[in-house]
């Protein structure tokens, strides 16, 4: 068996189950006697800890279920504020922006991506409005692994006071992620994209950003999110992002060294392939494929069959699935949207275990073109 799925979610670190297991953070963090206060203590360590890897300040990040409850109270608690606000992301985020932004009564401008993978930095600025409140945009895309053009952005927008939602889930422990250095007013991410637990995220806020909450309740998280606080899960969090951090070098490198090696595979093979995107621009732990002839599903099926776990980029749906989304925007309607398969890597992999994906891949293209 190999897991090349990495960017939908990675295994909890071994450290991290430890942790969690040797202590349940008992108390709840808001009564005031003795167990409450130590589970507070742990949070309110925990948010210090992580607002420094963020170069950000503790008052700045609030604890969610995750980055899909992150991205929607950074998108509707700016959007709820106004009567049809003006809005500008992209066509390739993540459902949890593309679809939180179609719930809303807001004109939207959707920005292409370019065949590289990229938007185009000038069509931002030819879309901002006077009136434009917020512009959210990934740093790194989930299928591809394309880095958006970020310092150009923030560049775009340092005369404008429309507010910078970035969405690093896919970024953070793969390269730096550094609030004051991204230009970010919102951030999102989500522990279980970094061997942390699943069910569990933070969301920064700059702290002159004001945002409508969407949990009301007792007021905890500075009354922008009620309910009781998962104090376990947040140390989860807390300690996948200090372990990713101190070794990002060193994981970010082995990354590449497999992705490269899976590459230069392929290349020898006699499986003919396109790389989505520009591999030059991409994080080091995503690689998207187009198999010409080959459909996804079939593709992912087979692999499946000799052990291989990868994904298409859309979610399947009654067991067919959809063109994906992000490669219709870079490529138009096009077959390669449904001959494309996403391999995600992690540090912990072998070179073994890279041969076996090529391969099982060699195989089964081999049977498709017999
Ligand atoms: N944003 C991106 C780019 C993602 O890849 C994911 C993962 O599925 C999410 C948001 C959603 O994160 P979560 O699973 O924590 O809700």
Known sequence: EVYADYAATTPMDGAVRKALLEDDGFGNPSSIHRAGKDARAKIEKARRGIAQLLNASSSEVFFTSGATEGNNMAIRGVANQYVRPHIITTEIEHASVLNTLRSLDADVTYLQANADGAIDVDELKNSLRDETVLVSI????????????IYEIQEALSEHTALLHIDAVQAYGHMRVDVKEL?????????????GPKGIGLLYKHKDVKLIPLITGGGQEKELRGGTENTMWIEGLSLAMHQASDAITRRSIREMQIKEQFLNLLTQSDIPFEVNGDVNK?????????????EAEFMLTALDMA???????????AGTL??????????????RNRQ???FSFSYMMTDEE?????????????RLMR
């Open 138 to 149: 990934m740093l790194v895309n989930n299928e591809t692994g394309v880095m958006q053009p």
């Open 183 to 195: 230009g970010a007013d919102l951030l999102t991410l989500s522990a279980h994209k970094m061997y």
């Open 282 to 294: 991409s994080a080091s732990h995503i690689i998207n494929i187009h198999f010409p002839f080959a």
């Open 307 to 317: 052990g291989i776990h990868a994904s298409a980029g859309s979610a399947c749906q």
């Open 322 to 335: 959809n063109p994906s989304h992000v490669l219709t925007s870079m490529y138009g309607e096009s077959d």
């Open 340 to 342: 494309s398969i996403r």
């Open 354 to 366: 890279v041969e076996a994906i090529v391969t099982a891949l060699e195989d089964i293209y081999g």
